[in-house]
């Protein structure tokens, strides 16, 4: 009954995600309505050729993979950390890559296209690193490897700010990047994009892993598994998740925090179903905070980072004190 249900539950966010895509591509500063999309995809209303084929329809699928991206690895970092408050931006991995491509974008910028996303994918390791050694053998506790968490992204968004000042000249390019903005993204963008969907099959591979893994050490050892290699496997995949999506868009936040937490809500904690649906919700989540943002003041653009900011900070305070009172 529980599988039929989680099944459900994907269906109608497939059904919701579609409807999302078709509001998404109509809106913008020019208006093009569900019909005029339909024939676009046909083929027999070329009007809105443009607009659609290099604006809008790579911007929409790279929110759609963004979001699932940054869904997913929130998910599992919560799962290998055991720490409900865990995700890419919480924790300071968000942070982190973005640090080291705030230093690739001003310091280099010409190379920025080769350099960018891996630059995001080290800085995003080296915060993931530092809290798996912290946690497992300092055995810190949920709240406190939170605060670390916090500690260490205030330590790279200070390195942040030393880059602005230092170069002031490139401070208009870094902030709109750290705001979190699909604005101006397009194919040569999702392309980039293209290992995290290659990653989809063994992230499959390892969702019963992870839920050996919340049996605890012990009883995952007396089933066979390698502890060790499976957690940072995991966090190898959280962390290209997270460094490619923050190399791509910026660094928008809380998507991989509050999307796990609607999946357990929505299916439970079984990993099968949990992560698809976390991922349906974070595509989702992402499309319509970049919807609203073009959508509310057109032709000015809100960055999707601040939609989703509004939203994931009061939800990130009501999670923190429902765990406080555990």
Not at 51 to 67: E, S
Not at 83 to 97: C, E, M, R, W
Not at 125 to 137: D, H, K, N
Not at 140 to 158: M, S, Y
Request: glycine share 10%.
């Amino acid at each position: 009954m529980k599988r039929k249900h989680s099944y459900q539950m994907l269906s109608i966010l497939f059904l919701c995600l579609i409807i999302t895509i078709v509001i998404s591509l109509g809106v913008g500063a020019v208006y093009i309505s569900p019909g005029e999309i339909f024939q676009q995809i046909i083929g027999s209303s070329p009007g809105s050729s443009f607009i659609l084929t290099n604006y809008r329809i790579p911007r929409t699928l790279i929110a759609i993979v963004v979001g699932a991206a940054l869904a997913v690895a929130g998910a599992i970092l919560q799962g290998i950390l055991k720490n409900p408050l865990a995700s890419p931006d919480v924790i300071g991995v968000t942070k982190g890559a973005g640090l080291f491509a705030v230093f690739i974008l001003i310091v280099c910028p010409t190379a920025s296209m080769l350099l960018l996303p891996l630059s995001a994918f080290l800085g995003a390791a080296a915060i993931a690193v530092i809290l798996m050694v912290f946690s497992y053998s300092q055995g810190a506790k949920p709240h406190t490897l939170a605060l670390v968490g916090v500690a260490l992204g205030a330590i790279c968004q200070a390195g942040i700010q030393y880059f602005m000042i230092k170069f002031p000249d490139d401070v208009n390019t870094t902030l709109l990047w750290l705001t979190g903005s699909l604005w101006g993204r397009g194919w040569s963008e999702l392309w980039m994009l293209i290992p995290c969907v290659a990653l989809v099959p063994f992230i499959i591979i390892f969702a019963s892993k992870l839920d050996i893994l919340n049996l605890g050490d012990e009883i995952a050892v007396g089933l066979g598994e390698r502890t060790k290699y499976v957690r940072y496997t995991l966090l190898s995949m959280a962390v290209i998740l997270t460094g490619l999506s923050v190399a791509v868009v910026g660094s928008i936040g809380f998507i991989g925090l509050i999307a796990p937490h609607i999946g357990r809500r929505l299916v439970g904690s079984r990993s099968k179903f949990l992560l698809p649906v976390s991922a349906a919700v974070g595509a989702l989540f992402l499309l319509i905070a970049d919807s609203l943002g073009r959508g509310v003041m057109p032709p000015v653009e809100i960055p999707a980072g601040i939609v989703t900011a509004v939203i994931g900070a009061p939800y990130f305070l009501y999670l923190l004190r429902r765990e406080q009172k555990k």
